[in-house]
């Protein structure tokens, strides 16, 4: 991972403000066109964590999330703020695997069997987004907000009620399409 160029992160802003926003600002003379994954979250999604979230949303006087855990905005404004000049657009992303349909696992992916997932992605104009670093971490908590109702409504109709774009199943799986990579990749090496 450190030859991905990863940022790793400690989960304290204090430690990791330098290296964010360090590692963000490298990115503005990339070579290649990239993809920065943010996990506004900051952790995995538990029962205990929702919780803690919705104690937290409770105690704060804020909407008590269902499906999500309210997002840490610090580092979302940091980039935001960082990228904005040389990143057209942010893309959010809901996933959701229905009830009826197994969980994908690693075991599951090894062992060739499928999983049924949902994917919505909304692409927001960077040119849109709020200036002040107040309004772009209500903007993100906002979106939170719209997220767990989205879910709610999934979980109620099996959809998001937008347009389903299937992308079928690749003649290939992508297991074997990584595994002939990196095989070329070793070939030319040696």
């Not at 490298?26 to 979230?53: C, H, I, N």
Request: include cysteine; glycine fraction near 4%.
């Amino acid at each position: 991972m450190w030859f991905a160029e990863y940022l790793f992160l400690e989960r304290s802003w204090a430690k990791d403000e330098k290296t964010l926003k360090s590692g963000l600002q490298r990115l503005k003379d990339f070579p290649r066109s990239f993809w920065l994954a943010l996990f506004v979250e900051g952790t995995r999604f538990t029962p205990a964590k929702l919780l803690a979230a919705q104690e937290y949303a409770v105690s704060q006087g804020l909407t008590a999330p269902r499906n999500v855990l309210i997002p840490r905005t610090k580092g979302f404004v940091s980039a935001v703020s960082i990228m904005r000049d040389f990143v057209p657009a942010i893309y959010d992303t809901t996933v959701i695997i229905p009830e009826d349909s197994p969980k994908p696992t690693i075991l599951r992916i090894l062992q060739g069997q499928s999983s049924v997932v949902h994917v919505r992605i909304k692409r927001h104009s960077m040119g849109d987004m709020p200036n002040s670093d107040e309004d772009v971490s209500k903007w993100c908590k906002d979106i939170f907000v719209a997220k767990d109702a989205l879910l709610d409504k999934h979980i109620a109709t099996g959809t998001f009620d937008e347009e389903i774009i299937p992308i079928g199943r690749p003649v290939k799986s992508l297991m074997v399409k990584h595994n002939q990579g990196t095989i070329l990749c070793n070939i030319i090496n040696f």
